[in-house]
């Protein structure tokens, strides 16, 4: 897979060195490749892909490309000519094909009609709505199922939609910059970019791939940051705003505030789009919410938005941090810039917030190794028992790195 300054980009370099994949691993990977295309465009559905094989040839493809269209399996059935051939193939999918119908109608009841004799599945879907349905709906006509293929891959690929399923709540990424002896930013406070132009890229594809953003008033006044994609394309998120005892929405509509009094600005000081307060205080709020950050992980998911990026300050990533509500961390640090005094960033243990074992890149490498179009494909996303490091002669001791504490299930 090479879908520059993503993190699975960055984790397909390294997987499955010990071992080749079996037949049903291979094209289950080219599933997740598939997926892994919809990624921005998607959302808050899964990402899914989906290939047709037949005499162990892929004869057709397919992914969920945007929110509301055609799910994988219907564009990669519908996608081909000689429909005689589904009769006597296996379809590969990442995830468990619906049961129910949403924006369109159930992927198991077309597999059913056009009478395909195997389908391959990589996970079960956490839905409820779904959640083996899908695959009883199969067995149930006579097709064989086989379950579980790179299901580590699978889940990892889709753990935003995970978490939004299984813990009613959006998935929560927090995301600093620090210099290499461990502040943020310096004091007095100004603008001052610690990393480099890989890191942004890097920063500017994790907002592609959440659908809202969290910063704290501080951060929102001193840098007026527009927090927003400009390089890979998608619905912009939705921008938040955490002040001392308000939260501000910047959307035309909500469909849910917890019942809690708000008011409509129809500009910032320096930002001229409309926007919700609603106030995080008082005894209305302490009875409804245990913290700030527990009300604004519910605000978000309650307003549809399956994944929230944290991008500070201190006060907003320590809000979040003390709640239990991290499921990822990006740190993005900086071996050449030294601040010597100011604001440091949060201390996080990894153990009681069960992360995989650290991984640590450096980007400077990776973008060389970019730019020689030497990124190999990927064999699988995400192996808890790879080793996480470049090597090249090109490998720079002032560059910036990327460290990743990943997710886990």
């Not at 000519?81 to 077309?110: A, I, M, R």
């Not at 501080?218 to 394309?233: A, H, S």
């Not at 619905?235 to 909500?254: R, S, Y």
Request: charged share 20%; proline share 5%.
């Amino acid at each position: 897979m090479n879908y520059p300054y993503s993190i699975e980009d960055l984790l397909s370099e390294f997987q499955s060195k010990t071992r080749e994949l079996n037949s049903h691993e291979f094209f289950m990977n080219r599933c997740l490749e598939l997926a892994f295309q919809g990624s921005g465009w998607a959302q808050p559905n899964p990402l899914v892909g989906s290939v047709i094989v037949h005499n162990q040839q892929i004869i057709s493809e397919g992914f969920h490309r945007k929110f509301g269209e055609n799910h994988a399996e219907r564009m990669a059935i519908l996608s081909l000519e000689n429909k005689e051939l589904l009769k006597e193939s296996t379809l590969y999918v990442n995830l468990e094909p619906c049961s129910h119908f949403g924006k369109t109608p159930p992927c198991s009841d077309l597999i059913c009609e056009y009478q395909i004799p195997k389908v391959v599945v990589g996970m079960l879907d956490p839905n409820p709505l779904v959640n083996g349905n899908g695959i009883q709906r199969l067995k149930n006509n006579g097709i064989e199922v086989i379950e579980n293929v790179l299901t580590h891959s699978c889940n990892y690929l889709n753990r935003k939609f995970i978490v939004n399923q299984t813990q009613k709540r959006p998935f929560i990424t927090l995301k600093w910059a620090e210099s290499n002896d461990g502040f943020y930013a310096p004091l007095p406070r100004k603008k001052q970019q610690v990393t480099g132009d890989t890191a942004r890229k890097f920063t500017h594809r994790l907002r592609q791939v959440h659908q809202a953003i969290l910063v704290g008033i501080g951060t929102w006044e001193l840098d007026q940051p527009l927090l927003t994609d400009r390089y890979f394309g998608g619905p912009q998120p939705i921008k938040l705003v955490m002040t001392e005892n308000e939260l501000w929405c910047f959307t035309e509509h909500l469909k849910w505030s917890g019942g809690l009094s708000q008011l409509t600005e129809t500009k910032s000081e320096w930002n001229s789009q409309k926007f919700h307060r609603i106030r995080m205080n008082g005894a209305d709020f302490n009875s409804k919410f245990p913290s700030k950050a527990e009300f604004i992980s519910q605000f978000c998911y309650q307003n549809g938005w399956n994944s929230l990026l944290v991008e500070g300050g201190s006060s907003v990533w320590n809000a979040f941090i003390d709640a239990n509500l991290v499921d990822e961390l990006v740190v993005y640090k900086s071996r050449k810039v030294e601040l010597e005094s100011g604001l440091r960033v949060p201390e996080l243990d990894p153990i009681s917030h069960s992360f995989q074992s650290p991984i640590c890149i450096d980007l400077d490498e990776y973008e060389y190794e970019l730019s020689q179009n030497s990124l190999k494909n990927s064999s699988e996303i995400a192996n808890d028992n790879a080793e996480f490091h470049l090597n090249s002669d090109h490998n720079r001791t002032d560059s910036d790195q990327l460290v990743l504490y990943r997710w886990k299930k």
